[in-house]
């Protein structure tokens, strides 16, 4: 385990975020499992307490993440905001879109480029764990942005990017956090199989 260095935050003041940010976390991932609208309240000020505590310990590509993250959640409300017609019209159905052929090419091409040349933008940064680092963000960014689009593969992308996450987090005594990304494993696996019983595909 490394020594997790602080940049302007108190240990006391950056382990209270870490829990604040978990803590609504757990209530997003709820909202989130029911594809409820308010998801993405929640999701946004966890976002900011998680944006806060990475850039503090200079884990400088999950704090962008994290801000990412901020922008999607209000992406994430104009689409439902958009979809609110459909959506009342197929009440009780959790609606989802198809994985198109352009939305999986250009997820592949971000992978594929962005988690090399994430790797060594960090390494330059000194970023302590540049790999775990760059390959978590990237992974975070395509399931994101798939959620905004309702596509149920978006979880198997969580599946995969919260192990990473919580090695990550072991690293920089981050408990809170690893604690938030078992929950996120286990929320996944529980998400993936109510959207499957639940899902209605509108395109």
């Known amino acids: 385990m490394q020594e997790v260095t602080h940049l302007f935050l108190s240990p006391q003041i950056a382990s209270i975020l870490d829990i604040v940010a978990t803590s609504l976390f757990v209530i997003y991932l ?43 959640g209000f992406v ?33 091409a971000i992978a594929v480029i962005g988690i090399p040349a994430l790797y060594f933008i960090l390494g330059a940064l000194d970023d302590p764990n540049p790999f775990l680092d760059a ?6 960014i395509i399931g994101t942005w798939w959620l905004t689009r309702s596509i149920i593969y978006q979880w198997w992308i969580w599946i995969i990017a919260d192990v990473f996450a919580i090695w990550m987090n072991i690293n920089l005594d981050k408990s809170a956090f690893v604690i938030q990304f078992i929950l ?9 199989y109510i959207w499957n019983k639940r899902g209605k595909y509108i395109s």
């Open 184 to 192: 996120c494993i286990l929320s996944s696996f529980l998400g993936l």
């Open 135 to 140: 390959f978590t963000t990237v992974l975070s």
């Open 76 to 108: 994430g409300i104009i689409n439902w905001r958009k979809d609110a017609a459909s959506a009342e019209e197929h009440k009780g159905f959790i609606l989802l879109n198809k994985m198109s052929p352009k939305i999986l090419k250009i997820s592949i």
């Open 30 to 72: 709820i909202l989130q499992i029911l594809h409820h609208k308010f998801m993405w309240y929640v999701y946004i000020p966890s976002c900011l307490a998680a944006a806060i505590t990475f850039f503090d310990s200079a884990t400088w590509a999950f704090a962008a993440l994290n801000v990412y993250y901020i922008v999607m």
